[in-house]
């Protein structure tokens, strides 16, 4: 059963919109995200993180949203650049057991039109 | 950000023939991981290490093995390979303390 999932399997924006990227979870043992961003034969490059002490984490174009109740969290790119264009993981971690290790969803593929 | 280097980058090889995809970083991480990743799929955790002398198998089952007799080398081997093996493999390190990895640029292998 998939602990982390990303429903959506791609989203295309205009360049200069957002982007609004979403993950759900379902183990409430988890209490730190991270957004990863691949681009094709390369390795995931880490974007951004967030505890679940927080709701809200930014760095520069990207922020992140923690929904803890609805076990659901975003990233939002303002503004979206073809640059962004990649695949998108979200992944989540908890301590101890088995949360102790980072679960990845599988990945929504963002293609931002010039 | 670790600096971290994967070779080969790409990888033909024939069933049964034995191959060690190489994982090093520069940073002194005492933690590394490998993933094994197919396309539009998660990645899926196949071995991890805490530190020198110490592995222990992931989530996902897998033939390989993996040794780590220095911090900063963790190479993964494939004693005899097989057409199911062809995927990417994802090597990872994360700092004392920190809970965020880092990953090198994989390595593409296909097995025929």
């Known amino acids: 059963d998939q602990q982390v999932k990303q429903n959506s399997p791609s989203l295309s924006v205009q360049e200069g919109r957002i982007s609004i990227l979403n993950c759900d979870y379902t183990?409430?043992?988890?209490?730190?995200f991270l957004w990863y961003k691949k681009y094709p034969a390369e390795g995931p490059t880490f974007l951004i993180s967030?505890?679940?002490?927080?709701d809200k984490n930014e760095d520069g174009r990207f922020t992140v949203f923690l929904n803890k109740s609805a076990k659901h969290l975003s990233l939002h790119i303002v503004p979206s650049q073809p640059g962004d264009s990649a695949v998108y993981f979200c992944a989540a971690k908890g301590y101890g057991g088995a949360t102790n290790k980072l679960i990845f969803g599988t990945g929504t593929l963002l293609a931002v039109q010039p | 950000e670790a600096d971290i280097y994967q070779t080969p980058r790409y990888l033909v090889i024939g069933t049964g023939k034995k191959i060690t995809l190489e994982c090093s970083q520069t940073m002194g991480h005492d933690k590394m991981y490998w993933y094994q990743q197919d396309p539009g799929m998660e990645l899926h955790l196949i071995h991890y290490s805490y530190g020198v002398n110490s592995t222990e198998k992931g989530d996902l089952s897998s033939e390989s093995t993996v040794s780590r007799i220095r911090t900063e080398h963790f190479p993964l081997t494939l004693e005899s390979a097989r057409p199911s093996h062809t995927s990417q493999y994802l090597c990872?390190?994360?700092?004392?303390?920190?809970?965020?990895?880092?990953f090198g640029p994989g390595t593409r292998l296909l097995v025929l």
């Open positions: 183990n409430s043992m988890f209490d730190y």
């Open positions: 967030i505890s679940s002490i927080k």
């Open positions: 990872a390190s994360s700092p004392q303390g920190s809970r965020a990895q880092y």
